[in-house]
């Protein structure tokens, strides 16, 4: 079968837990980079935009728009999506949570830079406060590797994106979180998991201004 195809700037945004699902699934995909306003706009000429925007994912014949619903899309076909209906709402909540927390990570590059810290000083709060505490506690009264059924799943992935995330704004972000900690390197070493972790795979590096001005002179806002 072709290889999925991924429509996107070359940087994280709404596209980087796409990324992220199909590494962790072992399956491999092209990329088609976004670098002018004129590529954008060709897609959606071309009605390829279900509402005009990217993440676009071509996959099993069909042109997928909607992060979510692409997300959900590969998570059932991998069988990262729970044995049940009850499992599955699990890790909705759970992806829905880390989703949260990403995009305000996502938007920070196109904050005013007077607002840089302060957005920053609420990420790592809502970090510590809201989101990594479920998790720890989680992992505690469930005493499991994994987050819902005791078998990798899609909320497995999102959090560790999410971790990594923020720890890459702050370090130490998990000295309170001894089991997140453990969690983070067990699910680091699943082999396709691995791979993506390593240099010179298609992992995008976190945006900076380059990523900002490129993203905002396509979409001109
Ligand atoms: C201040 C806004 C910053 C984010 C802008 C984009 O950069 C990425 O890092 C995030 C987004 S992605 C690009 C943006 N796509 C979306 O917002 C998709 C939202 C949709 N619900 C999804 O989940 O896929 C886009 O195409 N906009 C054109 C426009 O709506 O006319």
Do not use: C
């Not at 796409?18 to 590494?23: F, H, K, T, V």
């Not at 995909?29 to 670098?35: D, G």
């Not at 009264?141 to 704004?169: T, Y």
């Amino acid at each position: 079968a072709a290889k999925p195809k991924l429509y996107y700037f070359d940087g994280r945004g709404r596209m980087e837990s796409i990324r992220w699902l199909l590494a962790a699934a072992g399956v491999e995909f092209e990329e088609e980079f976004l670098e002018t306003r004129e590529q954008y706009e060709k897609l959606q000429r071309d009605g390829r935009l279900l509402f005009g925007q990217v993440p676009l994912v071509e996959v099993d014949g069909m042109m997928l728009t909607q992060t979510r619903a692409i997300l959900s899309y590969l998570a059932a076909k991998f069988n990262f999506y729970g044995k049940d209906l009850k499992e599955r709402v699990r890790i909705d909540m759970y992806v829905d949570g880390t989703l949260d927390l990403m995009t305000m990570i996502m938007l920070a590059p196109f904050q005013r830079p007077e607002k840089k810290q302060e957005t920053l000083a609420s990420i790592l709060q809502k970090a510590k406060t809201r989101y990594f505490p479920v998790f720890e506690k989680i992992l505690k009264e469930h005493g499991e590797d994994f987050l819902v059924g005791n078998k990798f799943s899609w909320a497995d992935i999102q959090l560790l994106e999410a971790i990594l995330m923020v720890e890459e704004l702050n370090a130490s972000v998990l000295s309170d979180f001894p089991l997140l900690k453990a969690f983070k390197t067990r699910i680091s070493n699943i082999p396709t998991i691995k791979k993506f972790l390593q240099p010179g795979s298609q992992r995008k590096p976190p945006p900076d201004t380059h990523y900002a001005n490129l993203v905002s002179n396509i979409l001109q806002f």
